[in-house]
């Protein structure tokens, strides 16, 4: 008679062996609310934008009853509808709480560094002129124009490295790491960044978003800092600029909840590098158990916010093609996962950068409203970049 196999513990994973074990291909997510780890593919998730979240949810059930243990759908979406996926329900998944301080990561390392923008700080100004003179015409009320920033070495980027750097930099930052790698591609691409935008997260059947707009570059002077923290608060253009993404981000969420709690004012929260206006919007869903309400369904119903796109939604978008020369495939898009039960966490992928053996393509964007300057956003954008530089060792290089 065979006796019973033994039980065995269930592992217990920290959140330090979690970013020390990331390597390139697997996906990395971490937040306040806990770090995730994912290898493998069980099944992709390869439906048309507005089916993804009813498809995840049946391709979770299966990995479910196939032995998946604790299976997630994870990934990130591109900013245009027609832009690529990597959405998968991955084979293995740990999860452990939040990062904590950790011991300084060192230097990136490389050297001879070359930095390119696309496009030229001319061009982009002159974008941001002839939208304001869209903008005076009367139809578009809010544009966000982003460039690029190229960053090449002379040797491949670890992106492990890096990514650690953006984790311990800001340990409350919504980092993540996710191989963005297309049919075709000559190297890997890994889009990489640490994103201050709460997009929408779910537990049970409260939904939290904390849309972000208007900003100010943080110093290390705390006197110069309180004067921009307050410039910010009194600043029209900027609390407008704000007030276009909050009321867009209720009224959605609007549709899937009971009680919706919108503060009447914005407040200011920081990241290393910047200040921003922040309103945190929490609700109750009307349905937790409908597939059409989980994170992932939320994420695409808010996904374009006007923090990255503009108002009205379509013509921002549109115009957002015809003024930007480059791309922004997975900038200004979404990342996240959604588990079995509905729950999950998607946030807006700023902050952020794809890497390419020895080149790292920085992305940035800055509202254009009534009102803004070309000189001012092209700045705003500099200053956004420096999450990113710092992390590559090359702080204050634009």
């Known amino acids: ?4 196999a033994p039980a065995r513990p269930r592992p217990v994973h920290q959140a330090a062996d979690l970013l020390a074990a990331y390597l390139p291909g697997s996906f990395y997510y971490s937040s306040a609310r806990g770090s995730l780890l994912a290898d493998g593919v069980y099944a992709p998730v390869h ?3 507005g089916k993804r979240a009813r498809a995840a949810a049946e391709i979770l059930d299966a990995a479910l009853v196939a032995g998946v243990t604790e299976p997630v759908v994870a990934g990130a979406l591109g900013f245009r509808p027609d832009a690529p996926s990597s959405l998968v329900v991955p084979a293995v998944v740990r999860r452990a709480g939040a990062p904590g ?3 300084p990561v060192g ?3 490389g050297s001879g560094w070359s930095l390119t923008p696309r496009p030229a700080p001319e061009v982009y100004t002159g974008a941001v002129s002839r939208a304001l003179d869209l903008i005076d015409d009367g139809d578009l009320r809010k544009i966000v124009l982003a460039r690029c920033l190229d960053v090449t070495g002379g040797d491949p ?4 490295r890096l990514l650690a750097r953006l984790v311990h930099a800001d340990p409350a930052a919504h980092a993540f790491a996710v191989d963005v790698s297309a049919p075709g591609d000559a190297v890997p691409r890994t889009l990489v960044g640490a994103s201050p935008e709460l997009l929408v997260s779910r537990r049970g059947s409260v939904v939290t978003a904390n849309p972000l707009a208007g900003s100010r570059p943080r110093v290390t002077d705390e006197a110069e800092n309180a004067r921009r923290i307050s410039d910010l608060l009194a600043s029209e253009k900027d609390r407008a600029e704000h007030a276009h993404v909050a009321a867009q981000v209720a009224e959605v969420l609007g549709r899937f909840c009971v009680d919706l709690d919108v ?3 914005p407040e200011v929260i920081g990241t290393p590098t910047m200040w921003h206006l922040s309103t945190r919007v929490t609700g109750r869903l009307a349905d937790p158990s409908d597939a059409g309400s989980s994170a992932l369904a939320l994420a695409e119903a808010l996904h374009p916010t006007p923090a990255v796109c503009g108002v009205p939604t379509v013509l921002a978008r549109d115009t957002i093609a015809a003024l930007e020369p480059e791309d922004r495939g997975y900038y200004s898009g979404l990342v996240g996962w959604t588990g079995p039960d509905g729950d999950g966490e998607w946030v807006v992928t700023i902050r952020c950068a794809e890497v390419r053996d020895r080149t790292v393509r920085l992305f940035a964007g800055a509202g254009v409203v009534a009102g803004s300057d070309p000189e001012a956003e092209l700045a705003e954008t500099g200053a956004k970049f420096g999450t990113l530089l710092r992390a590559l060792g090359l702080e204050g290089a634009v």
């Open 1 to 4: 008679m065979s006796s019973p």
């Open 47 to 49: 439906e048309a934008p």
């Open 101 to 103: 301080p950790g011991r």
């Open 107 to 109: 230097p990136l390392g």
């Open 157 to 160: 980027v670890a992106v492990p």
């Open 263 to 265: 503060p009447a004012e």
